[in-house]
Structure formats: C-alpha cells, structure tokens
DNA sequence: ATGGTCGGGTGCCGA
C-alpha cells in the first residue's frame, strides 16, 4: 500500500499538476493538504474518473484537507477532537482498507508565524490536541499512519540553512519539542527511519529562487505506529515534481506498507 | 543588504 501526503496550495491552481503525478506515481492514498475549497467546490470527478473515493474536509479560501484512495474507506472523521470551537479544517481520518486496514490521519498542522503571539499559541495548543489525539488511538495496536503537513522543521539538517529560522515558528524550539512528544508516544519518522541522506526536502518558497538554490526544508512528514512501522518498505519525496508546470511549494512524500 | 512569489478572491490575508 502506497500512502502519500502532498500540500497542494489550491486544488483549482493544481488541477493539472495534481492528476499528472497522481497518473505517474500511481499511490493507494493521497492526503492532501491545503485544498483552499469549500467540500461543494472540490472537483471529486476528475479523481473519481481516476480510480479514487474522495472525502474532504474544506473550508473557503484557506487550509483545508483531503484524502483521496482507491481502496474503500470507513470511519471518516472531520476535525482534530477537543475543541469544538475550532473551525479551522485541518485534519481528517478514516481507515483504508486494503490486505490489512491502516488508519491514516491527514493534517495540515498550523504555521503558527509571527512567534511568540496569538497564531503560535494555536499551533502549540493544537500539537497538544494532536498529542492526545494520537494517544488514544495508539492502544488500538493498529497500522497509523499520521501524515501531512507539520509545518515543523525536525532538525538542523532538515533545513538548507537553519540559521535563517530560528526564530520562526517552524524552528522554534517548543515547536520542536512538541514534535519529539509526538515521536516519543512511539511513532516512528518514516523519512528519517528509511532514508538518511542530507540535503532532501519537501518545500522552498516560491521567492528568491529558493528552489534553483536548494533553499529548502523538510516539513511533510510521515508518523507510523509500530505496527505501521513494522510494515515499512519504502520513504521517499517526489523532488522532480517541484521542477514541473505549476508547482506547488510543497512536494510529495510517500511510504509503501506491506499492507 | 534588500526584496522577492504565489493562491484565493476581489481587498488584502496567509504562507
């Protein structure tokens, strides 16, 4: 089973670029994040003309994620629990089932710049919502797999040039400890436990050439409980797909399971 | 050293 996350920056921008990788990567599951669209205005046909089930969970104008899958999928949830009161839509569940059925959380966790201030509360209040999240989900003792967009900068040699981020909110080092609780409830970082060659990214800024000169970061991750771990076959990021018509500022990440 | 680019949607905000 091939699962994917990919930050598309508006589904209406990448109408073409989307299914084109979709076409020649070929994934069992896609989580989308930033679709930018309310769940009416997704175009579900062009990915259900493909072979996919599509549930979104959207919003107008900002954030906004998705999963897309060709195998069936059951339990859908909308929204990270424990706050009712949020409305931003920035994750989605449910469980593909396929030779073993893995849950898949998808996320688009907050950017929480300018730190400190309001926006940087929110992130770390929603990594704690997250945290106890995947604490509950844990003693199932099932395949998870936590993947999206962090928005989280893991280490130094996730970045080309950490010393241009330290005092942003993807570097910070409560951003990152809140990310290690994450690793330390027992989820494996599939990237860093498959593929340990520096200089690989997911995202460079659409200014200053950052993409020409290799100005990236690794922020789209891939968390797996240890019966998902278990599985792991294969980590990588689909670089080449930056270069294309297009782009978005993110880039691909997939995992392949022996599920 | 500075400023720079996208997307969504129609005035700027978010990244």
């Known amino acids: 089973m091939k699962i994917a996350t990919f930050n598309i920056n508006g589904i209406k921008a990448r109408i073409e670029a989307l299914p084109a990788w979709l076409a020649a990567a070929n994934p069992d599951v896609v989580c989308l994040q930033e679709i930018k669209s309310v769940d009416e205005g997704f175009p579900r046909e062009v990915f259900e003309g493909m072979g996919y089930r599509v549930e979104t969970h959207g919003q ?4 906004g994620v998705a999963i897309l899958s060709k195998l069936p999928l059951e339990d859908v949830v909308r929204g990270l629990p424990g706050d009712d009161a949020d409305e931003q839509a920035r994750w989605i569940e449910a469980t593909v089932v396929g030779a073993k059925a893995v849950r898949v959380c998808g996320l688009y966790l907050p950017n929480g710049n300018p730190a400190p201030g309001p926006k940087y509360d929110y992130k770390l209040a929603w990594m704690a919502r997250m945290q106890a999240r995947v604490k509950s989900l844990l003693p199932l003792e099932e395949p998870l797999v936590c993947c999206g967009d962090y928005n989280v900068i893991p280490q130094a040699e996730d ?19 809140a990310f290690r609780r994450l690793l330390n409830l027992g989820l494996t970082e599939a990237f860093r436990a498959r593929n ?18 290799n100005n990236g970061i690794r922020i789209d991750h891939l968390l797996l409980s240890p019966q998902a771990a278990d599985l792991l076959q294969d980590c990588q990021i689909d670089k080449q797909v930056r270069a294309g018509d297009k782009p978005s500022d993110h880039v691909p990440v997939w995992i392949e399971l022996d599920a």
């Open 60 to 63: 107008k104008s900002f954030n």
């Open 196 to 213: 340990q060659s520096p200089g690989q990214y997911s995202f460079w800024d659409y200014q200053a050439g950052a993409w020409e000169r």
């Open 159 to 177: 970045a080309a040039k950490p010393e241009l981020w330290t005092e942003d909110a993807l570097y910070l080092p409560q951003s990152r400890a």
